[in-house]
């Protein structure tokens, strides 16, 4: 059974950064697509970031492209996004998801809250 335990989440200010980790098991999770959702109150869940299994190929939001940067540490089983220049348009709750080949992501964290303030 696949676990992601996200973690990083918190209160920043505009302009501040974050970095948010997602512990991943069992190990073969390192050859699944993973990814960065978020859910912002009262909104549907939409993708921030996804990294393939193979060649890391990476691809973004256009909302967080040049600010959010996603990598995996795979001696870790660790996702990581890395959120710089935060706006409050960002606060969301933030969750880590994982899937086998193209299809849906079928595996999700519990979610961690992010909040820019102003």
């Known amino acids: 059974q696949v676990q992601l335990v996200e973690s990083g989440g918190g209160q920043v200010q505009v302009g501040g950064s974050l970095r948010l980790s997602c512990v991943y098991s069992?190990?073969?999770?390192?050859?699944?697509?993973m990814a960065w959702h978020r859910q912002a109150s009262g909104k549907e869940r939409e993708l921030v970031a996804a990294i393939a299994p193979s060649d890391a190929a990476t691809r973004y939001a256009d909302s967080v492209k040049g600010r959010f940067t996603i990598s995996r540490n795979y001696a870790r089983n660790t996702l990581f996004l890395q959120m710089n220049n935060l706006k409050v348009e960002d606060t969301a709750v933030y969750y880590c998801?994982?899937?086998w080949g193209s299809g849906d992501y079928g595996a999700w964290g519990q979610g961690t809250q992010v909040t820019v303030s102003s």
């Open positions: 069992p190990r073969k999770v390192n050859t699944y697509g």
């Open positions: 998801a994982a899937r």
